[in-house]
């Protein structure tokens, strides 16, 4: 069976000349160190590896493919790469050549990351997304009653409110999903706020605790005392915000795969077997479109999901 063909730029890949391709990532992670041994741990981010290989361009245009290459690398422009299902934007940072013949040039080439966008398989199960955001709505109450703010938790309060009345994230419309991304932005607003006045404080200081000759002991010492509060507040501001970051990304990947399509008539059986594969799932259709009749009448605009949520024909409420 041939391998998927492989393009970079303006070189297309023979079947033999490029050998295996390693691709992932990791997670950025922010620890911190708490006494006791506990710990705190910040997912801030997706960090793309490098992607490189190595292989033998053979034929006629073996010296001009590994030409192209040195040239494109020289001007440092990011170039689409794509192979199989795979699709990347990306900068060559390093390749190499070795002249053999003019039709037979080993090469390695190294390949940093602007973007990728491949398009990653959506979870099977709802619970995930639903586990997800429950679980971080739980840290940010814990950190926001850490915090003290009396503003954040009344907004934290109106978070809180707004999530508990969605059952199901995973199904949930758009108009829903927005009834929290309101009260989260406001929420995230003033943890941007209490972020720069904590930091203000800390520069309107210009020596520990403020212990300058002659300063009273219990001006020094409440000196002192706010910026300790200020640093402990500052951490965790800044892992409320990340906490908050999660859950507006997750927030925002719940109808990133619908799309819409119009129908004259019909029913959501016909469009489930159409979009699905089978009758069943017209409750994914229905649940997307806040409808409870599965006949349409007249012009009618859905939204489809990408992967159906499939409750056995039974439609919830």
Not at 144 to 170: H, P, W
Not at 234 to 262: C, E, P
Request: with cysteine; glycine share 8%; charged share 15%.
């Amino acid at each position: 069976m041939d391998k998927p063909i492989l393009k970079l730029g303006d070189v297309v890949f023979g079947d033999t000349e490029t050998g295996p391709i390693p691709f992932g990532g990791e997670q950025q992670l922010n620890i911190h160190r708490l006494v006791g041994g506990k710990r705190v741990i910040d997912a801030m981010g997706d960090n793309p590896i490098a992607l490189d290989w190595t292989g033998i361009f053979v034929g006629a245009n073996a010296l001009t493919k590994a030409k192209t290459l040195r040239r494109m690398q020289k001007e440092g422009r990011a170039l689409s790469l794509t192979w199989s299902s795979m699709t990347y934007q990306v900068v060559i940072s390093k390749f190499t050549g070795q002249f053999e013949a003019e039709f037979n040039i080993p090469y390695s080439i190294t390949c940093e990351v602007v973007e990728d966008r491949t398009e990653l398989p959506s979870a099977n199960s709802g619970s995930d997304v639903n586990q997800a955001i429950n679980a971080d709505m739980t840290t940010a109450q814990s950190l926001t009653s850490d915090i003290g703010d009396s503003t954040l938790s009344s907004l934290m309060t109106t978070l809180t409110t707004a999530v508990s009345k969605v059952s199901n994230f995973a199904k949930a419309t758009q108009s829903t999903i927005n009834t929290v991304l309101q009260p989260l932005a406001a929420a995230r607003t003033q943890v941007t706020a209490l972020i720069s006045a904590s930091e203000s404080s800390l520069q309107s200081v210009t020596t520990v605790g403020g212990l300058l000759p002659n300063n009273p002991l219990a001006k020094s010492v409440a000196s002192l005392t706010s910026q300790v509060t200020a640093t402990l507040n500052g951490v965790k501001l800044s892992q409320l915000d990340a906490v908050f970051s999660r859950i507006d990304s997750n927030l925002g990947q719940v109808n990133s795969s619908l799309k819409t399509v119009s129908v004259a008539g019909g029913n959501l059986y016909d469009l489930a077997v159409k979009y699905y594969g089978k009758a069943s799932s017209f409750t994914t259709l229905a649940t997307a479109n806040n409808l409870t009749d599965p006949e349409l009448v007249g012009v009618v605009t859905l939204n489809v999901a990408k992967d159906t949520n499939d409750t056995g024909g039974i439609l919830e409420a």
